[in-house]
Every structure is written in C-alpha cells, then in structure tokens.
C-alpha cells in the first residue's frame, strides 16, 4: 500500500525553505524587526497569507490590520517567526484536499486556533521562548503527511479501518516502520528549525515521551490541545478527529490544568 | 464517522470531547441511517478516548441509539469507562437510563450472541440485586458460568484471586437489552434461543444472513432452545415453515427443544412437523445422543453436493473478485502478487502443510462463495498490520484471516457496485486446516486462480 521508498520519495520532494523565509527568521532572530516586514514583503504570498491569518476572529484585532510592517509590529518577534513558520507548513498543503474534508480556510484556521491556544498555555506555564512559540506551527504538517501519502489510498483505508480502528499512524508505522511524526521531524531537519521543535512535536505524538522533563511536559499540552481542536465541530466534520489515536493516560496528570485554563465546563 | 463492526457489535470510538456541539458532528445524517441499518447484536460508543464529557455530548448518541433498537432492536450503549466515567453517566441519566453500560468491550462482547466467548467463569458484582440477577441470566444464556459476589466485600474478597475467573465484572449496566435471537454453535449443531411470544417480529429478529451463511458453510443441525417460549401465532408458524422448507434444500435439519403448546394451538406442532421440524423435550435428548446426532447431519461438516454450477455471469466478474483478493492481500501484507494459473475445477490443493483457510459467501444480484487458502505465513504478516506483532496464536491468526476475508468481500462488494451490480456478503467462516475445508467443499466445481505472493502459494476458489 504504502512502502518507506515512497514515504523517502516525498520528503525528498520537499522543497527547501524559500531564500525569502530564510532571510526573514534570520532578521527576526537578530531581533530585526523592520528589516525582517521588509523582506518579507518580497514574497507576495507570504505577506497575504499574513494579513488573512491575523485578521482571523481569534487574533481579536478590532481593525483589519493590512501592513506587514505593523503586523510584524504588533506580534513581535517571536509572534512573527511563530506566523512565518505557519506559513512555510502551508506550502506543504495540497491544492485540493482529498483524504480530509478541508481547504485552505479551514486549515489556516486550524493554525490560527492552535497557535493563539499554545500562546495561552506558554503564558500559563510562564514560558516565554521563542522556538517552543513556534514549535506548534509543525503540528498541522503531520496531517498534511497524511493527506500526501494516504490521498491514493483512500478505499483501502477506509476498508481496513471498517474492519479495526486503526488510525493512520499506526497503519503507516506498521508498514513501513516510520510514524507521521517522524515525518515532520524530517521536514523540520529540512527546514532547519531549531531542533527543540522536533523533539517538542515527537512528544506531542503521545507514542514518544521525552527524557526531558520540560519537552515532555510541553508534548503533553500540545497533544490535548490537538485533541481539544480536533474535537470542534469543524474539524471532526472534516474527518480528523481520530486521523491519530489520542493517549489519554498521557495526558492525565495535566488534564484539570488544561480544562480549567480553557475554561470547560 | 460509522461503527467499526467485528462479532456483531458495532462500536464507535470518538476522541477528546464530547459536549453538544462536537458529538452531533460525529454523527451525519447518512451515519445514522447507515448506523440503524446494520445487522448486528449490538451498537456501542467506546469513551476510551474520550478526556471530557457533558450530558449534552452524550445525548447526541442516546438520539442515535432510540433510532437504532426503533430500526433492528440491538442492543445499545457505552463502553470502555472507568469508575468515574460510569458514575457521572449514571449521575446524568439517574432512573431514566434505557441504555447499557458495558465497562470494557470484552465484557460487552460476553452479552452478544458471538459464539468465540463461551463457558467462560465470570464473577459479576453490581450494587442494585436486579441489575446481579439479569447479569446472570444473560450470560448463563449465552452459554457462561456467571458467579454472583453479593455484597462489596464478598466481591473484593473473591476479586482479589484473579486467576479464578476469565472476567471479572463491574460498573456494569444492562438497560433494554438486544431482542436478537442469540446464536451459539456447540459442535457442529447451531442453537438458536427464541423466547416469549413468537409473532411477525420474528422476521426482524432472526439474523437470515447468519442463517443462510451457516448452510452454505456446511452446517446441517439447527436447534431453536424454546423453553421460554410462551406461544406463537401465524406469522411465526409461516416463518419456521418456510426456514424448515428452505433447510430441506441444502439436507439440513431443524429442531425445536423444550417447546410446549399450552398456549400454541396443538395444530401448528403438526404444521410444523409437517415442514419437516423435529420436536425434543431436552437438549440433552439431541447433544447426548450422539447416534443421533449422526442421523441428524451433526457429526460433521459433510455438505451436500451443491447441484448450481459457476455461470457466465461469475465467470465476467472474476477479474474484479480477483484485483479484490489481491488488492486486499498486497494492502495488508505489503506484497506483490503474481498470478500463476487460472482454470475450471474441482478445488485442487497440492501442498496441505501449514495452510489455513476462510470461506465467505456474496449473494443478490449473483451469489456464490470465495474459498481462500492461505499460507499461515500471510496471515501472520496481515496480523502484524491488524494486531502490531507476530503471532504464533492460532485464535488470534484465524481472526485475522476472517477480518481480512470480511475486508475482500467489502471490497468485492464496492467493485461490483460500481458495476450496478448489488450484493450482500455473509459472516467469514475460517478453517484451521485444509481437511476441514474439504469436507465442505468437496466435488464442488469452480475456477481455481493459484496466486504467489513473495513465493508464498496461495489459492483462490471462486464456486457456487
């Protein structure tokens, strides 16, 4: 169905991160915040994408703010590096989707939703970093992952999960010995992002707990994060609510944490 | 999202939150009508995977289970909680809960009518007496050894040792339960338990595919345990005339056990026996005799030679009951296939050693049965997709071989679909070994495709 040559063959079809985004992390990372808006004005495509996704409801700006300059301004540099990052995930995302019921709205929002939450929480946890900011915008890669490699296969799939309930991660690590987040680690080695957010999405799969105390911690709230995104309406429609297995005893110890932050009742 | 169906229960499994808004998206319109369509014993919601819920998300399901037993009579609940889940469940719904509450889906699945889990000893404790009696009495009927631990402290007592029981059962709720006819197999005799009053319903109640599946299988002895029946009227005397005229075809006999007429009219025991019908006080008067059990075409699996050959019409669709297999084999194996040889035969098996085998049968527009004979080194590798490991269990390996046949004959099903060409497919029936399969199948004609996949022989037989 699917064998590791073909999954070898779409990471290697991956492009390599734009000069233009390139050049854009690496003035935000001197701190350059004006010289980074500059730069990323260049690319006509990122600096739309900016102005759609911080207009979206869940950044609650009052007036549509339409300068990349101001939005870079209002979001800082860690908001900024989070958003570009956003923004080179959604290069990887089809024309069209297939497997999932989405399309480029939904799935921008998705990313709007995930990281003005992960913000939340990092301001809960009292955690200000920058990288751990950003390492939430590889999260949606691994369902793009799947969208790619699983697109062609879709009756297959959908016979075999008739007969077990298998999500994708486990049919794709049981054929081919590589998980979906395995994947996203190698499109962030690609990518060359900080290494913290490879290790921040391998423990957010919940099937790879880190040694490290603090990256454990941080895979937990991303991976109930997830789960609570993927339990909004929207999104189950759009048949992702069990496109990976959610490991509830994983995120036990942070689960009244987690609900009396986002306030459920 | 649809119900993932294994031994006639239908189990859906949403993760994370359930509250009012996401539970009505689990369920589409089209999910509810295919949900109250399915022929099974039993609709479950798994809450494994489920970290919140409110009475709002549950309801959701409770809409869908009302539509259920409305549409097939299932049974219907939730299962795979823990302590908390099932007395917060129990908080919501108080005295008004009309649905069930299975604490894991083993427990469920030793309140279906799935004939894999019998004469098992299970300790089973519930706080409310009734709740302990109907436990017992359900599961006695489906063929276990239930053994009541009255109070708390009887139950942790006995609880604590383990090892004496297969399945040990708590926070467990049984609401309206199934009106299925239970189904077990003893030996190569299948029992049906019917009960109460017998009236038109019985059409709804009695699974014909399983049924017909049976026959052409190779079972020949079908008992109905009637002792609790009270009366039946017409509907019913038709219905058990038409089973016994259409068992008569494939030489099988029906028999009905513990039936009295005190309340039947006396006439319809001689309609009956007229059809064909045999009458016995005690099951024991048919499973202790084992002459006649013989008589009774018990004593084996033989099958009457089946007079319908493989027509034209078959013989167009091969190519697409053979892409079905192979696709479905290369899919959970990870293989390539090469075709070796295809003709018109009798089944011919050369090499008998280490092969396992599974028949499932396709009717509607065109019916027949597919036999496949399997290395057991293929069924090892489809267990690693569906299981995550290898296995030397054969229990296990032959579960396998039977989802995978289930998963052809889906496949099959779609591919002829396409074609405008409707049908249903029967329960797989698995073989341990190719003698089994032979008493079976024996002198039956049909093609014959010997496959090879990584230069494992494997076969595929295509017959009527």
Same mark, same amino acid.
């Given at each position: 169905?699917?064998?590791?040559?073909?999954?070898?063959?779409?990471?290697?079809?991956?492009?390599?991160?734009?000069?233009?985004?390139?050049?854009?992390?690496?003035?935000?990372?001197?701190?350059?915040?004006?010289?980074?808006?500059?730069?990323?004005?260049?690319?006509?495509?990122?600096?739309?994408?900016?102005?759609?996704?911080?207009?979206?409801?869940?950044?609650?700006?009052?007036?549509?703010?339409?300068?990349?300059?101001?939005?870079?301004? $209002?979001?800082?540099?860690?908001?900024?590096?989070?958003?570009?990052?956003?923004?080179?995930?959604?290069?990887?995302?089809?024309?069209?989707?297939?497997?999932?019921?989405?399309?480029?709205?939904?799935?921008?929002?998705?990313?709007?939703?995930?990281?003005?939450?992960?913000?939340?929480?990092?301001?809960?946890?009292?955690?200000?970093?920058?990288?751990?900011?950003?390492?939430?915008?590889?999260?949606?890669?691994?369902?793009?992952?799947?969208?790619?490699?699983?697109?062609?296969?879709?009756?297959?799939?959908?016979?075999?999960?008739?007969?077990?309930?298998?999500?994708?991660?486990?049919?794709?690590?049981?054929?081919?010995?590589?998980?979906?987040?395995?994947?996203?680690?190698?499109?962030?080695?690609?990518?060359?992002?900080?290494?913290?957010?490879?290790?921040?999405?391998?423990?957010?799969?919940?099937?790879?707990?880190?040694k490290d105390e603090k990256i454990n911690s941080l895979g937990k709230w991303m991976h109930l994060l997830l789960f609570y995104e993927l339990s909004q309406p929207m999104f189950i429609e759009a048949g992702l609510n069990d496109f990976i297995d959610?490991? $509830?005893?994983?995120?036990?110890?942070?689960?009244?944490?987690?609900?009396?932050?986002?306030e459920i009742t | 999202m649809r119900p993932v169906v294994k031994n006639g229960i239908g189990v859906f499994s949403p993760q994370g939150f359930l509250d009012g808004n996401s539970s009505r998206s689990f369920l589409s319109i089209d999910d509810l009508?295919? !949900?109250?369509?399915?022929?099974?014993?039993?609709?479950?919601?798994?809450?494994?995977?489920?970290?919140?819920?409110?009475?709002?998300?549950?309801?959701?399901?409770?809409?869908?289970?009302?539509?259920?037993?409305?549409?097939?009579?299932?049974?219907?609940?939730?299962?795979?909680?823990?302590?908390?889940?099932?007395?917060?469940?129990?908080?919501?719904?108080?005295?008004?809960?009309?649905?069930?509450?299975?604490?894991?889906?083993?427990?469920?699945?030793?309140?279906?009518?799935?004939?894999?889990?019998?004469?098992?000893?299970?300790?089973?404790?519930?706080?409310?007496?009734?709740?302990? !009696?109907?436990?017992?009495?359900?599961?006695?009927?489906?063929?276990?050894?239930?053994?009541?631990?009255?109070?708390?402290?009887?139950?942790?007592?006995?609880?604590?040792?383990?090892?004496?029981?297969?399945?040990?059962?708590?926070?467990?709720?049984?609401?309206?339960?199934?009106?299925?006819?239970?189904?077990?197999?003893?030996?190569?005799?299948?029992?049906?338990?019917?009960?109460?009053?017998?009236?038109?319903?019985?059409?709804?109640?009695?699974?014909?595919?399983?049924?017909?599946?049976?026959?052409?299988?190779?079972?020949?002895?079908?008992?109905?345990?009637?002792?609790?029946?009270?009366?039946?009227?017409?509907?019913?005397?038709?219905?058990?005339?038409?089973?016994?005229?259409?068992?008569?075809?494939?030489?099988?006999?029906?028999?009905?056990?513990?039936?009295?007429?005190?309340? !039947?009219?006396?006439?319809?025991?001689?309609?009956?026996?007229?059809?064909?019908?045999?009458?016995?006080?005690?099951?024991?008067?048919?499973?202790?005799?084992?002459?006649?059990?013989?008589?009774?075409?018990?004593?084996s699996a033989s099958n009457v030679k089946s007079k319908r050959v493989i027509n034209k019409k078959i013989v167009t669709e091969l190519p697409r009951f053979i892409d079905a297999t192979v696709a479905t084999i290369e899919m959970m194996t990870n293989?390539?296939?090469?075709?070796?040889?295809?003709?018109?035969?009798?089944?011919?098996?050369?090499?008998?050693?280490?092969?396992?085998?599974?028949?499932?049968?396709?009717?509607?527009?065109?019916?027949?049965?597919?036999?496949?004979?399997?290395?057991?080194?293929?069924?090892?590798?489809?267990?690693?997709?569906?299981?995550?490991?290898?296995?030397?269990?054969?229990?296990?390996?032959?579960? !396998?071989?039977?989802?995978?046949?289930?998963?052809?004959?889906?496949?099959?099903?779609?591919?002829?679909?396409?074609?405008?060409?409707?049908?249903?497919?029967?329960?797989?029936?698995?073989?341990?070994?190719?003698?089994?399969?032979?008493?079976?199948?024996?002198?039956?004609?049909?093609?014959?495709?010997?496959?090879?996949?990584?230069?494992?022989?494997?076969?595929?037989?295509?017959?009527?």
């Amino acid at each position: 169905m699917i064998t590791k040559d073909k999954i070898d063959e779409y990471i290697h079809k991956i492009p390599p991160a734009p000069q233009a985004l390139k050049d854009t992390l690496a003035l935000l990372n001197a701190g350059e915040l004006v010289k980074a808006s500059k730069v990323a004005q260049t690319d006509l495509a990122l600096a739309t994408y900016l102005k759609e996704l911080v207009n979206k409801p869940i950044y609650g700006f009052a007036k549509e703010v339409t300068d990349v300059s101001q939005i870079f301004g $209002i979001l800082g540099v860690a908001g900024s590096q989070q958003t570009v990052y956003n923004y080179m995930t959604t290069l990887l995302s089809p024309g069209k989707w297939v497997l999932f019921k989405l399309n480029a709205r939904t799935f921008h929002e998705l990313q709007a939703k995930l990281s003005k939450r992960w913000e939340q929480i990092l301001e809960h946890l009292s955690i200000d970093d920058k990288n751990i900011f950003s390492s939430i915008t590889l999260l949606p890669a691994s369902i793009i992952v799947t969208e790619a490699l699983f697109c062609e296969k879709i009756d297959d799939v959908n016979l075999l999960r008739s007969a077990k309930n298998l999500d994708y991660n486990t049919i794709l690590t049981r054929l081919c010995g590589v998980g979906i987040f395995d994947i996203c680690e190698q499109i962030s080695v690609k990518w060359e992002m900080p290494q913290e957010i490879a290790q921040i999405i391998q423990a957010s799969s919940g099937l790879k707990p880190s040694k490290d105390e603090k990256i454990n911690s941080l895979g937990k709230w991303m991976h109930l994060l997830l789960f609570y995104e993927l339990s909004q309406p929207m999104f189950i429609e759009a048949g992702l609510n069990d496109f990976i297995d959610f490991q $509830i005893e994983y995120v036990g110890d942070i689960y009244e944490d987690f609900a009396a932050l986002m306030e459920i009742t | 999202m649809r119900p993932v169906v294994k031994n006639g229960i239908g189990v859906f499994s949403p993760q994370g939150f359930l509250d009012g808004n996401s539970s009505r998206s689990f369920l589409s319109i089209d999910d509810l009508a295919a !949900t109250s369509a399915l022929k099974v014993d039993m609709i479950l919601v798994s809450l494994k995977r489920v970290v919140f819920f409110n009475k709002n998300g549950l309801d959701a399901f409770i809409k869908l289970f009302v539509k259920v037993r409305q549409s097939n009579h299932a049974t219907v609940g939730f299962c795979d909680y823990d302590d908390k889940k099932y007395n917060t469940i129990k908080i919501f719904y108080k005295d008004d809960i009309n649905f069930s509450l299975f604490k894991t889906i083993e427990i469920a699945y030793l309140f279906s009518s799935s004939f894999k889990n019998q004469n098992k000893n299970i300790l089973l404790y519930s706080e409310d007496k009734s709740q302990r !009696t109907a436990m017992a009495i359900e599961l006695h009927d489906n063929g276990h050894n239930p053994i009541i631990a009255p109070t708390p402290e009887e139950f942790k007592e006995k609880s604590s040792k383990k090892e004496a029981y297969d399945y040990i059962i708590d926070s467990t709720f049984l609401g309206q339960m199934g009106q299925k006819i239970a189904t077990r197999v003893t030996g190569n005799a299948i029992i049906y338990s019917i009960s109460s009053f017998l009236d038109a319903e019985i059409v709804n109640k009695f699974n014909i595919q399983y049924h017909n599946n049976s026959l052409n299988v190779g079972f020949r002895l079908f008992i109905f345990d009637a002792y609790k029946v009270i009366s039946m009227n017409v509907h019913a005397l038709n219905f058990f005339s038409k089973l016994a005229s259409s068992a008569a075809e494939y030489n099988a006999t029906i028999c009905f056990v513990g039936m009295t007429f005190e309340k !039947t009219p006396e006439v319809f025991k001689e309609n009956l026996e007229d059809s064909g019908i045999l009458f016995y006080e005690q099951m024991d008067d048919i499973l202790q005799n084992k002459e006649l059990l013989s008589e009774l075409g018990a004593s084996s699996a033989s099958n009457v030679k089946s007079k319908r050959v493989i027509n034209k019409k078959i013989v167009t669709e091969l190519p697409r009951f053979i892409d079905a297999t192979v696709a479905t084999i290369e899919m959970m194996t990870n293989s390539q296939a090469v075709k070796q040889s295809a003709q018109v035969q009798n089944i011919d098996i050369t090499d008998k050693t280490d092969r396992i085998a599974s028949s499932i049968g396709y009717y509607g527009d065109i019916d027949g049965m597919i036999i496949l004979v399997f290395p057991k080194e293929i069924a090892k590798k489809a267990c690693e997709l569906l299981i995550g490991e290898r296995t030397e269990d054969m229990e296990m390996i032959l579960d !396998t071989l039977a989802e995978l046949v289930n998963i052809v004959g889906g496949k099959i099903k779609t591919l002829l679909s396409d074609e405008g060409i409707s049908v249903n497919i029967t329960l797989p029936r698995t073989y341990d070994n190719v003698d089994s399969l032979l008493e079976v199948i024996e002198g039956r004609k049909g093609v014959q495709v010997d496959l090879s996949f990584n230069n494992d022989k494997f076969l595929f037989f295509l017959t009527r």
